[in-house]
């Protein structure tokens, strides 16, 4: 399936994540959501932190069969979307998957206020402070 939004942050972000994927699909645009394709447990909302502390802490995690799912899922979503979206608070995965996006020529835009000067945030090229005030954009 192709997207017209890849929207990338935290997992203990999500429900500032499913708020802006539901405000793009209002607009009448498709999203791909990390944490709609990943969902562990289909119908189970568990607490953020306790399913990161345990993804987290998977042995052998490079040879898990999960983590191998989550991260072709993820990158097929990344590759078949148009634009990439990094919403803050982002962690590592996220960055590493800007870096992805921009070395694929996808358009990056950033949500979100920024604590400090980031050179290589110079990869984006839309800069919104807030959920509402990128939505207002979209066209």
Known sequence: ME????????????PQVEELVSKIRAKGKTAYSFIEANIVEPGRHRNPEI???EFESLPNWNHNPLVRRIYKRDLDGL???KTFVMLLPAGKSCHMEAGIAFGLGKKCILIGELAQTESLYLIFKEFY????QFIVNLR
């Open 129 to 132: 402070p807030t959920i509402d």
């Open 79 to 81: 590759r078949n979307s």
């Open 51 to 53: 399913v990161m502390k």
């Open 3 to 14: 997207y017209d939004y890849f929207v990338s942050s935290r997992w203990r972000n999500r």
